[in-house]
């Protein structure tokens, strides 16, 4: 599977030096193929293979067709009607023309109606009929009925102009938009869930690494206690204490190798999917390869702005869910729009002008009706009102209600963010001093360990005090890894927070 590597200079990710205590060569084994995974590698492969956000492209791109179907509502509709008729009728008078009247007929009628945004419409139709009879005062034993007609019809208050007639279209633009802004938002996650993975797992096997440390030392201890004992300046006991203090080492490191297993589990559930060509061995084999992570831990930025209502301006502008509480209020509006448009009286406009042509000849009809030689022009108003529009009159209520419903909850993502946003830049101050605190606890426990092996060594310290000093030491190194794993995730959870963590993406 090929890496892409476009910029990723993310500001929670745009470390300019690193310590050394991160694995040094750190690889993934992608198809067969020993490749370095990288925190971007990882980004990447997330937002390439990741399921759940393949899911959201999908319901993005269902809202996408909605809103282009929906202008389907103005598309020309043309209809052609074809009937052929044979009848026979008995006498009912003198003046049927016949005792028994034999006739038949073939009628033709098409026409295009054209909805217009203003909610008018023109309606061009055409219609022909050719009919013959045995009736003796038929006017022709063959006729042809030709009519050409052409109306137009505006609302003038219920339903009227553009505003009304589209609302059901822009609210299904606002609907692909704000599905826009939640694929994004998923987007965002499945990131800082990356990254986050990412750090745990460098946490994991930090912590593991520490623990072989630890117990290296503890067997250290071990073999120089029974060197003395076999030279005869050491004690039992001494090395009874150093046998259980490898012992629970081990236990220890052992809990340590489960921890990282597990944190290998949760990265490689967001980074790889199975792909319907893979078979179920070649799927098995992703979840059987270590991942080891290639990316460092940061240093802390001494010069990291941390302004919180400067962050805060930043995460009132990008971030998605408060455009999607946006989008919810400009819906609302709408519905108000049409509600009270439904609350009005109707007012109808109608202009037509039709022509017919009557002719034992199909051609003389025709062009009768087509040139309008007998044109009939007419105009009127149609007015109707509802006696009872409590429908009209709720469905105003309900729209307000829910502006204010929409408006209440845009408030309440607001002061949601300015917490988040508060939180995240104290939890960046809070992580940058204990990684300098832990810094310097671990520089004492290791300089306090060397003095004591020094002193064990001149018979002036016990060796209890020398295992008990290694225990220092080792929760001094699961300190300094935990803060500055801890102050790796604080900054990416900040620039979350400010809604930037994928804008170089």
């Known amino acids: 599977m090929p890496f892409r590597f476009p910029p ?3 500001a929670a990710l745009a470390w300019t ?52 179907g929906s202008w389907g509502s103005f598309d020309p509709l043309a209809t052609v009607t074809g009937t052929y008729r044979d009848s026979e009728q008995p006498a009912t008078s003198s003046l049927s023309g016949g005792s028994v009247v034999k006739s038949d007929s073939i009628d033709l ?24 009879s045995t009736s003796s005062f038929a006017l022709d034993d063959t006729l042809t009925n030709s009519a050409m ?44 869930d990356v990254v986050q993975s990412y750090w745990d797992l460098v946490a994991a096997l930090e912590g593991l690494a520490v623990q072989r440390e630890t117990v290296e030392l503890g067997r250290q201890q071990l073999d ?22 490898v012992a ?36 098995y084999q992703w979840w059987d390869q270590p991942i080891l992570p290639g990316t460092p831990l940061p240093e802390v930025d001494e010069k990291l ?51 017919s042509g009557v002719n034992g000849k199909s051609s003389e009809a025709v062009k009768a009706a087509t040139s309008f030689e007998f044109p009939t022009a007419s105009a009127g108003l149609t007015y109707s009102a509802p006696l009872y529009n409590r429908a009209a009159e709720n469905a105003v209520r309900s729209a307000r209600v829910g502006l204010r419903s929409a408006r209440l909850v845009y408030e309440q993502a607001e002061t949601a963010i300015l917490t988040e946003v508060r939180a995240a830049v104290r939890g960046v101050k809070y992580q940058a001093e204990a990684v300098r605190a832990s810094r310097t606890s671990y520089d004492l426990a290791l300089r306090q360990l060397d003095a004591e092996n020094a002193r064990f060594e001149q018979g002036l310290a016990t060796n209890f005090q020398v295992l008990e000093y290694q225990q220092q030491l080792s929760q001094a190194k699961a300190n300094l890894v935990s803060s500055r794993t801890g102050y790796a995730k604080a900054r990416t959870t900040l620039v979350k927070a400010e809604g930037r963590l994928d804008n170089d993406l």
Do not use: C
């Open 224 to 245: 120089q206690n029974m060197r003395r004992l076999e030279v005869g300046v050491g004690t039992e006991v001494e090395v009874l204490q150093a046998e259980t203090n």
């Open 109 to 132: 009628s098409a026409g295009v109606q054209f909805p217009l945004q203003s909610g008018g419409r023109f309606d061009l139709g055409y219609s022909h009929q050719n009919s013959s």
């Open 248 to 283: 629970t080492q081990l236990e220890v490191l052992l809990r340590a190798e489960t921890s990282a297993l597990a944190a290998d589990d949760v990265l490689k559930a967001l980074l790889f999917a199975r792909s319907e060509g893979d078979g179920w061995e070649d799927w």
């Open 149 to 192: 007609s052409l109306s137009y019809t505006q609302p003038l208050l219920r339903g009227a102009w553009s505003g009304y007639n589209t609302v059901e279209q822009e609210k299904a633009e606002l609907r692909w938009l704000q599905a826009k802004e939640h694929h994004r938002e998923i987007r965002i996650t499945l990131i800082l």
């Open 17 to 68: 030096s690193f310590a050394g205590l991160a694995p040094a060569a750190a690889q993934v084994v992608v198809q067969n193929e020993v490749t370095p995974l990288t925190l971007e590698d990882a980004v990447l492969l997330a937002l390439e293979n990741n399921v759940g956000l393949r899911i959201e492209v999908f319901r993005e791109e269902v809202q996408l067709y909605t809103h282009l």
């Open 8 to 10: 990723f200079a993310l």
């Open 305 to 355: 702005p941390l302004d919180w209502i400067g962050s805060l301006g930043l995460a009132l502008k990008e971030r998605p869910e408060l455009a999607q509480r946006r989008i919810d209020i400009e819906i609302s509006e709408f519905d108000i729009m049409k509600a009270g448009s439904e609350e009005s009286a109707g007012l109808d406009f109608t202009v037509s002008l039709s022509s």
